[in-house]
Nanobody, 124 residues
Framework: QVQLVESGGGLVQAGGSLRLSCAAS????????MGWFRQAPGEEREFVAA????????IYADSVKGRFTISRDNAKTTAYLQMNSLKPEDTAVYYC?????????????????WGQGTQVTVSS
């Protein structure tokens, strides 16, 4: 099993920045891709960004491209999401996810492990 724990959420004004962290533990050698998703109240969970094991390949949702950056520190088995130029519409619970199969994907159903989520609130 793999356990994921997110941290770094909080309240920030529009235009500000936050950095989310996702610490993985357990059978981390099984992890191929790591991703970030978010879910606003009354909305479905949506894809934000994902990164491969090596960190050389990334994909982003169009809504965050150019503002968010996903990265990974394999020595610390941690993934990060640097969020800049935040907007009120970025307000959501942000979830870290991991998958053990190779190739990156934007689909919720394709991820095998999930964290408990961290709240990000952007005020206008």
């Amino acid at each position: 099993q793999v356990q994921l724990v997110e941290s770094g959420g909080g309240l920030v004004q529009a235009g500000g920045s936050l950095r989310l962290s996702c610490a993985a533990s357990g059978r981390t050698f099984r992890i191929y891709g790591m991703g970030w998703f978010r879910q606003a109240p009354g909305e479905e969970r949506e894809f934000v960004a994902a990164i491969t094991r090596s960190g050389t390949s990334t994909i982003y949702a169009d809504s965050v491209k150019g503002r968010f950056t996903i990265s990974r520190d394999n020595a610390k088995t941690t993934a990060y999401l640097q969020m800049n130029s935040l907007k009120p519409e970025d307000t959501a619970v942000y979830y870290c996810a991991a998958r053990i199969r190779e190739f990156l994907t934007r689909m919720v159903k394709d991820y095998d492990y999930w964290g408990q989520g961290t709240q990000v609130t952007v005020s206008s």
